[in-house]
């Protein structure tokens, strides 16, 4: 057993499938429709997996998403899998950052101006 598999258990599996349904939301809102589906795509290939395991490793993710929809192209394989493990190794490393370090973070992000990316039409 090595040491990425000890620490799995920091990222619920609900906290992951509302984190993916976030992200299909924003995508929703100016997203491009690839991007769109690649959302969709990954929220449908977590809800069937039920665990969040599968995700923490670039092959397991890209075999688990193969077996589920074997008949998406492979550069679209690799994106779901590709967008779950992001997802996850994100909210794994939330999960498990001292205080002290989200502290000094949360203080660098609060003196910086927001950037708000705007669709021109």
Same mark, same amino acid.
């Given at each position: 057993?090595?040491?990425?598999?000890?620490?799995?258990?920091?990222? !619920?599996?609900?906290?992951?499938?509302?984190?993916?349904?976030?992200?299909?939301?924003?995508?929703?809102?100016?997203?491009?429709?690839?991007?769109?589906?690649?959302?969709? =795509?990954?929220? %449908?290939?977590?809800?069937?997996?039920?665990?969040?395991?599968?995700?923490?490793?670039?092959?397991?993710?890209? %075999?688990?998403?193969?077996q &589920?929809? !074997?008949? &998406?192209?492979? +550069?679209?394989? %690799?994106?779901?899998?590709?967008? =779950?493990?992001?997802?996850?190794?994100? &909210? +794994? &490393?939330?999960?498990?950052?001292?205080?002290?370090?989200?502290? +000094?973070?949360?203080?660098?992000?609060?003196?910086?101006?927001k950037?708000?990316?705007?669709?021109?039409?």
């Amino acid at each position: 057993m090595n040491s990425m598999t000890d620490k799995k258990y920091a990222v !619920p599996f609900s906290a992951f499938v509302e984190k993916l349904q976030q992200q299909n939301d924003y995508l929703l809102e100016g997203g491009t429709s690839y991007r769109q589906r690649t959302a969709e =795509l990954a929220l %449908e290939v977590a809800r069937k997996a039920g665990n969040v395991n599968s995700f923490y490793d670039n092959d397991d993710a890209r %075999e688990l998403v193969t077996q &589920l929809f !074997p008949e &998406l192209n492979l +550069h679209r394989r %690799e994106d779901v899998a590709k967008m =779950l493990r992001v997802v996850v190794n994100r &909210l +794994h &490393l939330n999960a498990t950052l001292s205080d002290d370090v989200k502290e +000094h973070v949360k203080q660098k992000m609060s003196s910086q101006k927001k950037i708000r990316l705007v669709k021109v039409k």
